[in-house]
């Protein structure tokens, strides 16, 4: 009894993240940043081996891209630790709730990625192409970090971004 009680906990504890993140509206907080906002699609379940995830389809310049999101401080830190392939998915988008200058490492991470982020209006601020590296950790891998604050990071495979990327937001209907 007790452990199906947890297991039900756990269900609503699962299924309020879920509707938490049915639609990312990301609001521009005050202090300094313009009060721009960008929202994008709504989310859905990502397909197997990703299904611990959300996905969204997600506008960069003129390209629709179907992409897993990390909008939770345990998805962001997570990131793509141990994966070897993207398919079927683009990239992933790391969604922050205020402009961040946080860092990223390819710590446990086998493929080459190119990073690009994306000021709160979605404009690109900086991109670079990270290293793999599968067997260190995020005190001895290499850091990325962007030039300027950011809002949004899309990690891409190597040379999918094609350089400096175009402004991110919603596909086209």
């Known amino acids: 009894m007790r452990r199906s009680r947890g297991v039900a906990v756990a269900a609503v504890v699962a299924g309020a993240a879920l509707v938490g993140m049915i639609v990312i509206v990301v609001t521009q907080v005050r202090g300094g940043e313009s009060n721009a906002s960008l929202s994008f699609t709504s989310t859905t379940r990502a397909a197997p081996p990703f299904d611990a995830l959300?996905?969204?389809?997600?506008?960069?310049?003129?390209?629709c891209l179907r992409v897993l999101v990390a909008a939770t401080e345990q998805l962001r830190e997570r990131g793509l630790?141990?994966?070897?392939?993207?398919a079927p998915y683009d990239g992933m988008l790391f969604v922050?709730?205020?402009?961040?200058?946080?860092?990223?490492?390819?710590?446990?991470?086998?493929?080459?990625?190119?990073?690009?982020?994306f000021a709160p209006d979605g404009k690109p601020v900086d991109h670079t192409r990270m290293s793999p590296c599968p067997e260190g950790t995020d005190a001895t891998c290499p850091q990325y970090a962007s030039k300027t604050r950011y809002r949004y990071a899309l990690e891409q495979p190597a040379g999918a971004a094609g350089g400096a990327s175009g402004s991110i937001g919603p596909c086209a209907a």
């Open 81 to 86: 630790r141990d994966v070897r392939s993207l």
């Open 96 to 117: 922050f709730p205020n402009s961040s200058d946080a860092h990223f490492t390819m710590a446990n991470t086998p493929l080459p990625l190119d990073i690009t982020w």
């Open 54 to 63: 959300e996905e969204a389809r997600v506008a960069v310049g003129d390209r």
